[in-house]
């Protein structure tokens, strides 16, 4: 119990930071020299598409199971 624990903790932690990294970085589209530099370590913008087409494909099925 522990061990699951503890994982989930480190995802949660691994997560927070990464988007606390990526937050104190450009936020627009940097190109030239900027790019190198300035880039953050997730692309926002599919990750949320992503995770609104997992909810509605969830929301969807969730209807389709219950409706029987």
Known sequence: MQTFFGMILGALLL???VYIHDSMQTSSVASGEVAATNRTIVNWDVA??????LVDRAHKDWVKISWR
């Not at 949320?48 to 087409?53: K, P």
């Open 15 to 17: 997560g927070i930071g």
């Open 48 to 53: 949320r598409a992503d995770w609104d087409a």
